[in-house]
């Protein structure tokens, strides 16, 4: 096996005994974006001398005999709406795509801090307002099982790198499910953490009151370790919680017997492609044969939760984006007066996609509709959050789908921002509630592409969810595995970094 076939917590083992070096793991990991990237196009910006300035810390810090993190020395991927210093961090847009933070996200030092070499920064659609990648300002992802189709959004770049092996692991963004959609259709694990038990310092913001830092990665053991790493309080975040269930690899192994585990019966709707509910009714079964309790459950209010998202999330981003005016930094468009130049400066500077939201929010929060709007939305998140903490009372787990459909192609639903907006159908009611939930490799379509299940917990359970994850991951059809990855040989698209 190659060095990037393995998982992230075969490496950490394979480095703490000396199997390999951090600096030979790295030169594996570039050569594997040097091939690929050009077709699958996860990465805006590479890193190679950083990478490698890294691991060859490490391995002198290993040879010396320190004691060192566990991830010391595996690579990783960052999401390029996450600060990094010294690094462009463009959100994919045009209006940063020359901008340079001068500090790191705390998620980002903690990786420098355990020596974790960062690979490069990923795609994703425009300040993580998308479902497929394909709003990005530079180019589309590819989703490495079917190059004609997306990988969904907003974290695809970070998908794509997980599941084509241009990384073991990688950070992403959920707002309305940004990385629980890709990591379905790309099939891997993506957790979306309970709201607060991950930093937001130095995420740009989309809508701060969803908005999450969260891990993609191949197995529940992997993001277990990364989980560990990132998890926990900040100063810097008023809406960070205290530090609990600090050690997300216990328990892992202990099965499913007698959890009380809800099937969602609006996450298996006749509007969904018939295969990825019997995908989830399988999965089901699979939880009731080794000893779970398994009923359906029906949360009505996931009815409203497109309605009530599309609002709120809006809104929130048409006050976080105000910051962009060509005046402090960022993409600068000449005007006459300021009123010219302000107009020019966002015009060119956002996408359609991220200039229609800034206008919904902008009209929902104004005034004579805000009570109509924006605060009834508000009521329903409430009346979504209070349903949540019912159902929790009488179950464990609910389990569903994590997308509605396997991979669509690319350029299928662009013209259609409701279909699009309807590809995150499974996965906004979590958010709203502020629950943790993960999207978890759920077997294969019939068309050969991936299919995802999605595990929801009560707040703080994350523990709980990989302990479901690591049940599925022993039996054949859910167990994680990448794409054979047949196009290698083939002449690359333009693009890529």
Same mark, same amino acid.
């Given at each position: 096996?190659?060095?990037?076939?393995?998982?992230?917590?075969?490496?950490?083992?394979?480095?703490?005994r000396?199997?390999?070096?951090?600096?030979?793991?790295?030169?594996?990991?570039?050569?594997?974006?040097?091939?690929?990237n050009?077709?699958?196009?996860a990465?805006?910006?590479?890193?190679p001398?950083?990478?490698?300035?890294?691991?060859?810390s490490?391995?002198?810090?290993?040879?010396?005999?320190?004691?060192?993190?566990?991830?010391?020395?595996?690579?990783?991927a960052?999401?390029?709406?996450?600060?990094?210093?010294?690094?462009?961090?463009?959100c994919?847009?045009?209006?940063?795509?020359?901008?340079?933070?001068?500090?790191?996200?705390?998620?980002?030092?903690?990786?420098n801090?355990?020596?974790?070499?960062?690979?490069?920064k990923?795609?994703?659609?425009?300040?993580?307002?998308?479902?497929?990648?394909?709003?990005?300002?530079?180019?589309?992802?590819?989703?490495?099982?079917?190059?004609?189709?997306?990988p969904?959004?907003s974290s /695809?770049g970070?998908?794509?790198a997980?599941?084509?092996?241009?990384?073991?692991?990688?950070?992403?963004?959920?707002?309305?499910?940004?990385?629980?959609?890709?990591?379905?259709l790309?099939?891997v694990?993506?957790?979306?953490?309970?709201? /607060?038990?991950?930093?937001?310092?130095?995420?740009?913001?989309?809508?701060?009151?969803?908005?999450?830092?969260?891990?993609l990665a191949?197995?529940?053991?992997?993001?277990?370790l990364?989980?560990?790493? =990132?998890?926990?309080?900040?100063?810097?975040?008023?809406?960070?919680?205290?530090?609990?269930?600090r050690?997300?690899?216990?328990?892992?192994?202990?099965?499913?017997?007698?959890?009380?585990?809800?099937?969602?019966?609006?996450?298996?709707?006749?509007?969904?492609?018939?295969?990825?509910?019997?995908?989830?009714?399988?999965?089901?079964?699979?939880?009731?044969?080794?000893?779970a309790?398994v009923?359906? =459950?029906?949360?009505?209010?996931?009815?409203?939760?497109?309605?009530?998202?599309?609002? #709120?999330?809006?809104?929130?981003?048409?006050?976080?984006?105000?910051?962009?005016?060509?005046?402090?930094?960022?993409?600068?468009a000449?005007?006459?007066?300021?009123?010219?130049?302000?107009?020019?400066?966002?015009?060119?500077?956002?996408?359609?996609?991220?200039?229609?939201?800034?206008?919904?929010?902008?009209?929902?929060?104004?005034?004579?509709?805000?009570?109509?709007?924006?605060?009834q939305?508000m009521?329903?998140?409430?009346?979504?959050?209070?349903?949540?903490?019912?159902?929790?009372?009488?179950?464990?787990?609910?389990?569903?789908?994590?997308?509605?459909?396997?991979?669509?192609?690319? /350029?299928?639903?662009?013209s259609?921002?409701?279909q699009?907006?309807?590809?995150? =159908?499974c996965? #906004?009611?979590?958010?709203?509630?502020?629950?943790?939930?993960?999207?978890i490799?759920? /077997?294969?379509?019939?068309?050969?592409?991936?299919?995802?299940?999605?595990?929801?917990?009560?707040?703080?359970?994350?523990?709980?969810?990989?302990? =479901?994850?690591?049940?599925?991951?022993?039996?054949?059809?859910?167990?994680?595995?990448?794409?054979?990855?047949?196009?290698?040989?083939?002449?690359?698209?333009?693009?890529?970094?």
């Amino acid at each position: 096996m190659e060095l990037f076939e393995y998982s992230a917590y075969e490496l950490s083992k394979m480095l703490q005994r000396k199997k390999t070096s951090s600096e030979e793991l790295v030169r594996s990991y570039l050569k594997r974006i040097e091939l690929i990237n050009p077709r699958v196009n996860a990465y805006i910006t590479a890193t190679p001398a950083l990478a490698l300035d890294t691991a060859q810390s490490v391995d002198n810090k290993r040879i010396r005999g320190e004691e060192l993190h566990p991830l010391a020395g595996i690579p990783v991927a960052v999401k390029d709406n996450i600060s990094t210093a010294g690094i462009k961090t463009t959100c994919a847009s045009r209006i940063l795509e020359h901008y340079i933070p001068p500090y790191d996200a705390t998620v980002v030092k903690a990786l420098n801090r355990a020596g974790m070499p960062v690979l490069g920064k990923t795609n994703l659609d425009e300040f993580a307002m998308g479902s497929s990648t394909e709003n990005s300002a530079f180019f589309p992802t590819r989703n490495p099982w079917d190059l004609e189709k997306v990988p969904g959004g907003s974290s /695809g770049g970070s998908a794509a790198a997980v599941a084509s092996g241009m990384a073991p692991l990688a950070l992403g963004s959920d707002t309305g499910g940004s990385i629980r959609q890709p990591a379905a259709l790309c099939g891997v694990t993506g957790l979306r953490p309970t709201y /607060g038990r991950v930093s937001r310092y130095g995420l740009v913001a989309f809508a701060s009151s969803l908005d999450q830092v969260g891990t993609l990665a191949l197995s529940a053991r992997d993001t277990a370790l990364l989980l560990n790493l =990132v998890a926990g309080p900040d100063p810097h975040d008023s809406t960070s919680l205290p530090d609990r269930d600090r050690d997300y690899i216990d328990n892992l192994t202990a099965g499913v017997e007698n959890l009380r585990v809800g099937v969602i019966k609006q996450n298996v709707a006749d509007s969904f492609d018939r295969e990825v509910t019997a995908a989830v009714l399988k999965a089901a079964s699979l939880l009731e044969s080794n000893g779970a309790r398994v009923e359906e =459950v029906s949360l009505p209010m996931i009815d409203y939760g497109l309605s009530a998202y599309y609002l #709120i999330a809006p809104s929130e981003a048409s006050s976080n984006l105000g910051r962009y005016d060509g005046v402090r930094y960022g993409y600068f468009a000449p005007g006459k007066d300021i009123s010219e130049m302000f107009c020019r400066t966002r015009g060119e500077g956002f996408g359609p996609e991220v200039k229609r939201r800034i206008m919904i929010g902008t009209y929902a929060l104004s005034a004579g509709y805000y009570d109509a709007y924006y605060l009834q939305a508000m009521k329903v998140r409430t009346m979504i959050r209070r349903e949540y903490e019912e159902v929790f009372k009488r179950y464990d787990i609910l389990i569903g789908a994590a997308s509605p459909t396997p991979a669509f192609k690319l /350029g299928e639903k662009t013209s259609d921002p409701l279909q699009m907006y309807l590809s995150d =159908v499974c996965n #906004i009611t979590d958010s709203l509630a502020g629950v943790p939930s993960l999207a978890i490799p759920g /077997g294969f379509h019939s068309s050969g592409l991936p299919m995802g299940l999605q595990l929801t917990a009560a707040p703080q359970s994350e523990r709980l969810l990989l302990q =479901v994850a690591c049940f599925f991951e022993q039996h054949p059809e859910t167990k994680p595995r990448r794409p054979e990855l047949d196009f290698i040989e083939s002449p690359p698209e333009e693009g890529g970094m």
